[in-house]
């Protein structure tokens, strides 16, 4: 089975920072891409940054020049380092991989983390 864990959410004042982790384990084939989605209170799930095993990178415009996505692909590791975080940015933060597992190599599927809670507040 695969199974992703993140940890590294919590609370923190505007202006500061947190630095988000998460790891993929279990029988895997190959890992595509790694990403960070959020979901705030009464809000749809949206994207924060997506990064490709190549290197690739994607944000949100509302995190671009704050955020920085990086990862260890030999580790199966992705990093989200939040700088200038603001209250808007209160949410769940969702660790997402796009992968093929070991038992069904053919098959390319999401998988999801359980989520870490990050808020921010005076």
């Known amino acids: 089975q695969v199974q992703l864990v993140e940890s590294g959410g919590g609370l923190v004042q505007p202006g500061g920072s947190l630095r988000l982790s998460c790891a993929a384990s279990?029988?895997?084939?190959?890992?595509?891409?790694m990403g960070w989605y959020r979901q705030a209170p009464g809000k749809s799930r949206e994207l924060v940054a997506t990064?490709?095993?190549?290197?690739?990178?994607n944000y949100a415009d509302s995190v671009k020049g704050r955020f920085t996505i990086s990862s260890d692909s030999a580790k199966n590791t992705v990093w989200l380092q939040m700088n200038s975080l603001k209250p808007e940015d209160t949410a769940v933060y969702y660790c997402?991989?796009?992968?093929?597992?070991?038992?069904?190599?053919?098959?390319?599927?999401?998988?999801w983390g359980q989520g870490t809670q990050v808020t921010v507040s005076s």
């Open positions: 997402n991989a796009d992968l093929s597992p070991g038992s069904s190599w053919w098959l390319q599927s999401d998988y």
């Open positions: 279990g029988n895997i084939f190959r890992i595509y891409a």
């Open positions: 990064i490709t095993t190549g290197g690739s990178t």
